[in-house]
């Protein structure tokens, strides 16, 4: 797999390391950016365009005036000692964050080769080794860049580094089959069987996630199925009733895990110039993750919740 | 529940409320204390008591004059039995008044408050000794090299063998004294007896407080209407009339002879340790169930007692000589002793490769449920560090934490540690000037060279006095402050008629140990990005920005700031700390002493000291501003990965790339959210992190799990969480016992994330 290796390139939000909630072990999640899904209760917003980013945090800005500087747009300007920002003038270049020492502007998203990548990821070996983690591609969605996600697993797994992904699955066929036999396990998420509900919800159909599942499933890698339990959309025995019902016919599941939902991206939202849709719900209680959670392990299958 | 083990919970809970009273009562009288809640009890009441002296200046120094004065000390110190607890005995002051340079007067603080640092200047240093003797000579360059803890008259920084003092009693004690005086000294009158006569008269004296608790506890008994109360005070009275003499029989009286052992430990020199408690009492334990005098309640509640007595410092797990994993039964019991009780307790926990991990485990859930716990001495680093010495493996293994971040052979091994610190951020400020002092200025291409090789020799400097005080210190400190306690409980000092630090044990290791390695790696860093590659200011300006603190100048303070640092992992600021680390290591390790040629033992370990160093330095290059603390030992500061975030796992990589290799520590200081404990898979994810540190040749790793609200919110208001405890570094404390000085870096710490 080493022939991918080099050249290729991926725009990354943010590499986290001692992940434990991304797969199995002590792991490092690479978030990559840009995604097909815009699901309403997203907390990763920064994740969404497939572009570098500005941020914005006014709480942090000291008032240098070093970005009205840095900015070859004049989307930067100092007024009454107070920073303003034009976003609508943003290429998105990030010579003003460069500038920003007090970190007021941060980019989301940098465009990082796969080697970069790989070479941090690898620190963390002697941990994967004690945990049985590894290194697991987030998003964004990580088969919006099929050749850096599958350079950046080769080049792990020919490290001995175990290798995983968490997709929304709507995607085309063969990104799904470049990336799968460079991947140990596949995470996925399914929403809703509920067709206009996913699309309503995720503004996207579900037929092609439920295809890459059944692809997956086929395929023989290990795969668990996700739903985060989000009110409204799928808090409901019939509807985790109908996800687990297909998800234990799929070949190579090895369990179905419910995440409850958590609004904990309000920040990001406004650092993006962006609203927050989901910002007024509240997260599903214990009694009903474990009414759902009873209701999916009908199926005979292995079912946990956070 | 069955009745008696509900009757020995309710003895735990009364012990517990006990403690929190006492501590709150400490801090109304002290203030803050900024080491271990140790385990003596508010005394208010005047004691009479002169010590001996026969210096001109009235102090009291030396094995004969030290000796008599601890006996008339403990002829008339207070007594102390707490009806529930399963044995006697408490210490009211830190320190004998007027003894060793403690002071006479009623009431002092307790050592390290902020009456005492204050207090603490170079000019009557080591205050332990007599004036004549103090190295006045040394202080100058002390001064400038701000290593106002240079180890010098530092006692008991090692740790006893305590199956000595089960295996004879005070009796046997006294035998064994009175036996070698005769066998060193045949001739009555024909030698010197100083040592032996203030061995003999230290046990005479505890011979004395044992009795008198004997009597109290007799007195208690008569006056106690509860038949369960009543029966404990007798108890503790037949078992302490056998210990008068007597060497313990049952486990209770070898609990008892250990909390007696603490109480002379630490009113002598604040040190405590009493090794790997777990198998020096799986013999008793072993009999005292299995006869049917003992349960396992019974076990737990006097190895709680043990704890409230003191916060003495023990480990548990680990492997004997042979490589066996020596967990056993009481290892657990220890856990569950500690769970219950709730106080701050310094017990380790041992790991090795081939560990049992069920008690790791239970370790980590404890710690989830009560915040704090134990700590992990690592056998990964610390054995494979001391056999570079040249000990064999089974040697390595039998060594056991015995203080906040040291590790010793107990009973047989000098290492005088944790007492001599030596700030690695001081000798570049000197470099700085040198620098710019040069005729002509250094070219700014050569700047790092120059500012490197400057940096050598200040380090060296600094490094060679602090050499020359320990020279000092092993010549002259039996003679001031001998190791009247630990004497008793080693291999080699009754025998030879020789004090531990002075040809008393074979094995010396003089420990020695760097602070403020991310304060300096970050800031060589600094200057090199801004200064030498981007040219953003000259090196004269960034030293008129250092002298002014930064004034006006946040915006260069930010970018010096944030160039990236030690921790992120590949970054120059990685670099210079592994290149400072080496240097340190070098430095120390390479050469002995000058006259003793004494083997010193690296390790970068700053205790609570960061706050205390960090007021005496002036703002440093990585925007640190004057008088904020420095560093943590060699953890990367708080925020250190991109971006301001903090990742478990590149800490511990960072770390372990500094470890100096010789057996001292460089211990992992970490914070973890009680949430992601609590989560699906934190407690396995936990103790994998503490198996991959073991493995990366990491010595130490220091944690608390706790909820950031909580912290938080006793930073702002401490009575709001009286009993909150964290792990300052080595040791567990009240989180409100701690000044709000010492309690900012862990804020800081925990709001970072790591």
Same mark, same amino acid.
């Given at each position: 797999?080493?022939?991918?290796?080099?050249?290729?390139?991926?725009?990354?939000?943010?590499?986290?390391?001692?992940?434990?909630?991304?797969?199995?072990?002590?792991?490092?999640?690479?978030?990559?950016?840009?995604?097909?899904?815009?699901?309403?209760?997203?907390?990763?917003?920064?994740?969404?365009?497939?572009?570098?980013?500005?941020?914005?945090f006014?709480?942090r800005c000291i008032g240098c005036g070093d970005c009205?500087d840095a900015?070859?747009?004049?989307?930067?300007?100092?007024?009454?000692?107070?920073h303003?920002?034009?976003?609508?003038?943003?290429?998105?270049?990030?010579l003003c964050a460069r500038t920003c020492y007090a970190r007021a502007l941060v980019m989301?998203?940098?465009?990082?080769?796969?080697?970069?990548?790989?070479?941090?990821?690898?620190?963390?070996?002697?941990?994967?080794?004690?945990?049985?983690?590894?290194?697991?591609?987030?998003?964004?969605?990580?088969?919006?860049?099929?050749?850096?996600?599958?350079?950046?697993?080769?080049?792990?797994?020919?490290?001995?580094?175990?290798?995983?992904?968490?997709?929304?699955?709507?995607?085309?066929?063969?990104?799904?089959?470049?990336?799968?036999?460079?991947?140990?396990?596949?995470?996925?998420?399914?929403?809703?069987?509920?067709?206009?509900?996913?699309?309503?919800?995720?503004?996207?159909?579900?037929?092609? $996630?439920?295809?890459?599942?059944?692809?997956?499933?086929?395929?023989?890698?290990?795969? $668990?199925?996700?739903?985060?339990?989000?009110?409204?959309?799928?808090?409901?025995?019939?509807?985790?009733?109908?996800?687990?019902?297909?998800?234990?016919?799929?070949?190579?599941?090895?369990?179905?895990?419910?995440?409850?939902?958590?609004?904990?991206?309000?920040?990001?939202?406004?650092?993006?110039?962006?609203?927050?849709?989901?910002?007024?719900?509240?997260?599903?209680?214990?009694?009903?993750?474990?009414?759902?959670?009873?209701?999916?392990?009908?199926?005979?299958?292995?079912?946990?919740?956070? | 529940?069955?009745?008696?083990?509900?009757?020995?919970?309710?003895?735990?809970?009364?012990?517990?409320?006990?403690?929190?009273?006492?501590?709150?009562?400490?801090?109304?009288?002290?203030?803050?204390?900024?080491?271990?809640?140790?385990?003596?009890?508010?005394?208010?009441?005047?004691?009479?008591?002169?010590?001996?002296?026969?210096?001109?200046? *009235?102090?009291?120094?030396?094995?004969?004059?030290?000796?008599?004065?601890?006996?008339?000390?403990?002829?008339?110190?207070?007594?102390?039995?707490?009806?529930?607890?399963?044995?006697?005995?408490?210490?009211?002051?830190?320190?004998?008044?007027?003894?060793?340079?403690?002071?006479?007067?009623?009431?002092?603080?307790?050592?390290?408050?902020?009456?005492?640092?204050?207090?603490?200047?170079?000019?009557?240093?080591?205050?332990?000794?007599?004036?004549?003797?103090?190295?006045?000579?040394?202080?100058?360059?002390?001064?400038?090299?701000?290593?106002?803890?240079?180890?010098?008259?530092?006692?008991?920084?090692?740790?006893?063998?305590?199956?000595?003092?089960?295996?004879?009693?005070?009796?046997?004690?006294?035998?064994?004294?009175?036996?070698?005086? *005769?066998?060193?000294?045949?001739?009555?009158?024909?030698?010197?007896?100083?040592?032996?006569?203030?061995?003999?008269?230290?046990?005479?004296?505890?011979?004395?407080?044992?009795?008198?608790?004997?009597?109290?506890?007799?007195?208690?008994?008569?006056?106690?209407?509860?038949?369960?109360?009543?029966?404990?005070?007798?108890?503790?009275?037949?078992?302490?009339?056998?210990?008068?003499?007597?060497?313990?029989?049952?486990?209770?009286?070898?609990?008892?002879?250990?909390?007696?052992?603490?109480?002379?430990?630490?009113?002598?020199?604040?040190? *405590?340790?009493?090794?790997?408690?777990?198998?020096?009492?799986?013999?008793?334990?072993?009999?005292?169930?299995?006869?049917?005098?003992?349960?396992?309640?019974?076990?737990?509640?006097?190895?709680?007692?043990?704890?409230?007595?003191?916060?003495?410092?023990?480990?548990?797990?680990?492997?004997?000589?042979?490589?066996?994993?020596?967990?056993?039964?009481?290892?657990?019991?220890?856990?569950?002793?500690?769970?219950?009780?709730?106080?701050?307790?310094?017990?380790?926990?041992?790991?090795?490769?081939?560990?049992?991990?069920?008690?790791?485990?239970?370790?980590?859930?404890?710690?989830?449920?009560?915040?704090?716990?134990?700590?992990?001495?690592?056998?990964?680093?610390?054995?494979?560090?001391?056999?570079?010495?040249?000990?064999?493996?089974?040697?390595?293994?039998?060594?056991?934490?015995?203080?906040?971040?040291?590790?010793?052979?107990?009973?047989?091994?000098?290492?005088?540690?944790?007492?001599?610190?030596?700030?690695?951020?001081?000798?570049?400020?000197?470099?700085?000037?040198?620098?710019?002092?040069?005729?002509?200025?250094?070219?700014?291409?050569?700047?790092?060279?120059?500012?490197?090789?400057?940096?050598?020799?200040?380090?060296?400097?600094?490094?060679?006095?602090?050499?020359?005080?320990?020279?000092?210190?092993?010549?002259?400190?039996?003679?001031?402050?001998?190791?009247?306690?630990?004497?008793?409980?080693?291999?080699?000092?009754?025998?030879?008629?020789?004090?531990?630090?002075?040809?008393?044990?074979?094995?010396?290791?003089?420990?020695?140990?760097?602070?403020?390695?991310?304060?300096?790696?970050d800031?060589?860093?600094a200057?090199?990005q801004r200064?030498?590659?981007e040219?953003k200011l000259?090196?004269?300006?960034?030293?008129?920005h250092?002298?002014?603190?930064f004034?006006?100048a946040e915006p260069v303070r930010l970018m010096l700031a944030t160039v990236r640092r030690?921790?992120?992992?590949?970054?120059?600021?990685?670099?210079?700390?592994?290149?400072?680390?080496?240097?340190?290591?070098?430095?120390?390790?390479?050469?002995?002493?000058?006259?003793?040629?004494?083997?010193?033992?690296?390790?970068?370990?700053?205790?609570?000291?960061?706050?205390?160093?960090?007021?005496?330095?002036?703002?440093?290059p990585n925007g640190?501003?004057?008088?904020?603390?420095?560093?943590?030992?060699?953890?990367?500061?708080?925020g250190?990965?991109p971006g301001g975030?903090?990742?478990?796992?590149?800490?511990?990589?960072?770390?372990?790339?500094?470890?100096?290799?010789?057996?001292?520590?460089?211990?992992?200081?970490?914070?973890?959210?009680?949430?992601?404990?609590?989560?699906?898979?934190?407690?396995?994810?936990?103790?994998?992190?503490?198996?991959?540190?073991?493995?990366?040749?990491?010595?130490?790793?220091?944690?608390?799990?706790?909820?950031?609200?909580?912290?938080?919110?006793?930073?702002?208001?401490?009575?709001?969480?009286?009993?909150?405890?964290?792990?300052?570094?080595?040791?567990?404390?009240?989180?409100?016992?701690?000044?709000?000085?010492?309690?900012?870096?862990?804020?800081?710490?925990?709001?970072?994330? *790591?």
């Open positions: 797999m080493a022939e991918t290796r080099g050249p290729v390139s991926g725009v990354v939000t943010d590499i986290q390391r001692f992940s434990i909630h991304d797969g199995p072990g002590i792991r490092t999640t690479v978030f990559v950016k840009g995604c097909p899904l815009r699901c309403f209760w997203c907390h990763n917003p920064e994740a969404l365009a497939p572009q570098p980013q500005l941020q914005c006014p709480d009205v900015c070859p747009q004049g989307a930067h300007a100092m007024r009454d000692g107070a303003r920002f034009d976003r609508s003038r943003c290429t998105g270049c990030g989301a998203g940098e465009v990082k080769s796969a080697d970069e990548v790989v070479e941090e990821v690898l620190r963390d070996t002697a941990f994967y080794e004690t945990s049985g983690g590894g290194v697991t591609i987030s998003g964004g969605e990580p088969l919006q860049q099929p050749r850096f996600t599958r350079a950046v697993l080769a080049a792990c797994r020919e490290a001995g580094v175990h290798t995983a992904i968490e997709t929304a699955g709507h995607v085309a066929r063969d990104r799904l089959l470049a990336v799968l036999p460079v991947t140990d396990l596949v995470m996925m998420d399914i929403k809703t069987m509920d067709p206009e509900l996913h699309r309503d919800a995720t503004g996207v159909s579900h037929e092609r $996630i439920l295809e890459s599942a059944r692809l997956v499933g086929e395929s023989g890698t290990p795969l $668990i199925i996700r739903t985060p339990v989000v009110p409204g959309v799928n808090d409901t025995v019939e509807s985790i009733d109908a996800i687990a019902g297909f998800a234990a016919g799929l070949r190579s599941l090895v369990s179905y895990e419910l995440l409850r939902f958590h609004m904990m991206a309000g920040s990001k939202y406004a650092a993006l110039g962006m609203a927050c849709p989901a910002a007024e719900l509240t997260p599903p209680d214990d009694e009903l993750m474990d009414r759902l959670t009873a209701a999916a392990a009908r199926h005979a299958i292995a079912v946990t919740h956070t | 529940m069955t009745a008696t083990s509900t009757l020995y919970e309710t003895r735990i809970k009364a012990l517990r409320a006990t403690k929190l009273e006492h501590t709150e009562e400490k801090l109304a009288r002290y203030g803050s204390f900024d080491v271990d809640d140790h385990g003596y009890i508010p005394w208010t009441e005047p004691i009479a008591f002169e010590p001996v002296s026969s210096h001109p200046s *009235g102090g009291c120094w030396g094995m004969k004059d030290i000796g008599e004065s601890f006996r008339r000390w403990l002829e008339v110190h207070p007594v102390y039995i707490h009806p529930q607890s399963a044995i006697a005995g408490a210490w009211v002051y830190k320190g004998i008044p007027g003894v060793a340079g403690f002071e006479l007067a009623e009431g002092m603080g307790a050592p390290d408050s902020p009456k005492e640092r204050e207090a603490r200047t170079l000019a009557n240093y080591p205050r332990n000794w007599r004036p004549e003797d103090r190295p006045t000579h040394l202080y100058e360059k002390l001064v400038a090299y701000n290593t106002y803890s240079p180890g010098i008259g530092h006692p008991n920084h090692f740790g006893p063998d305590m199956t000595i003092g089960l295996s004879l009693g005070w009796g046997g004690l006294l035998e064994k004294v009175r036996r070698y005086r *005769g066998l060193n000294s045949p001739a009555e009158g024909a030698a010197d007896t100083t040592f032996y006569d203030g061995e003999e008269n230290l046990i005479l004296g505890m011979q004395a407080w044992i009795r008198r608790h004997v009597d109290h506890a007799r007195a208690m008994a008569r006056l106690e209407d509860d038949e369960a109360t009543r029966e404990n005070l007798e108890t503790i009275a037949q078992i302490n009339e056998h210990l008068v003499h007597g060497a313990p029989r049952t486990f209770r009286e070898a609990i008892q002879f250990l909390g007696w052992f603490q109480c002379i430990d630490r009113m002598w020199a604040l040190g *405590g340790a009493l090794g790997q408690i777990d198998e020096l009492l799986r013999p008793w334990y072993e009999a005292d169930t299995g006869s049917g005098r003992e349960t396992d309640e019974s076990i737990i509640w006097q190895l709680a007692s043990l704890f409230f007595n003191d916060s003495h410092y023990s480990q548990i797990g680990g492997q004997g000589p042979d490589g066996r994993d020596l967990t056993s039964r009481m290892s657990f019991l220890v856990l569950e002793a500690m769970h219950r009780i709730r106080i701050p307790v310094n017990v380790a926990l041992r790991v090795h490769d081939g560990m049992d991990r069920s008690l790791l485990r239970k370790a980590l859930e404890f710690m989830a449920a009560d915040g704090t716990g134990v700590d992990f001495a690592l056998s990964g680093g610390l054995d494979e560090g001391f056999m570079r010495n040249g000990y064999p493996a089974g040697l390595a293994r039998m060594r056991a934490k015995v203080g906040c971040n040291w590790t010793a052979l107990p009973g047989t091994e000098y290492g005088s540690q944790d007492g001599t610190r030596l700030c690695l951020a001081t000798p570049l400020l000197l470099a700085i000037d040198d620098a710019l002092a040069a005729d002509p200025p250094a070219p700014d291409v050569a700047t790092m060279d120059a500012l490197w090789q400057r940096y050598v020799h200040h380090l060296g400097l600094a490094v060679a006095t602090v050499k020359a005080g320990k020279d000092i210190h092993m010549e002259r400190q039996a003679d001031n402050y001998p190791e009247i306690v630990l004497n008793l409980f080693c291999h080699g000092p009754i025998e030879r008629g020789l004090d531990a630090s002075a040809g008393g044990l074979d094995i010396i290791d003089l420990a020695f140990d760097g602070i403020g390695l991310a304060t300096t790696a800031s060589f860093a200057i090199e200064v030498t590659q040219k000259s090196l004269a300006e960034l030293r008129r250092l002298e002014d603190d004034e006006s030690y921790g992120s992992g590949g970054s120059r600021a990685d670099e210079w700390a592994r290149r400072i680390a080496e240097l340190w290591t070098s430095l120390v390790r390479d050469t002995p002493t000058e006259r003793g040629h004494w083997t010193c033992m690296p390790g970068l370990f700053s205790h609570g000291a960061t706050s205390g160093f960090g007021r005496l330095l002036g703002a440093t640190r501003r004057a008088g904020a603390p420095v560093s943590h030992s060699a953890n990367p500061d708080p250190f990965v975030g903090v990742a478990l796992t590149a800490k511990a990589n960072a770390v372990a790339s500094t470890q100096s290799h010789w057996g001292n520590t460089t211990p992992l200081q970490v914070e973890i959210d009680t949430g992601l404990m609590n989560g699906m898979g934190g407690t396995d994810a936990v103790a994998d992190f503490i198996m991959a540190h073991n493995r990366q040749g990491g010595t130490l790793i220091n944690m608390n799990i706790v909820r950031k609200e909580d912290v938080i919110e006793a930073h702002e208001d401490p009575a709001s969480h009286p009993d909150l405890m964290i792990r300052v570094t080595g040791y567990s404390a009240y989180f409100s016992s701690l000044s709000r000085e010492y309690r900012q870096p862990i804020v800081d710490r925990i709001i970072a994330g *790591g």
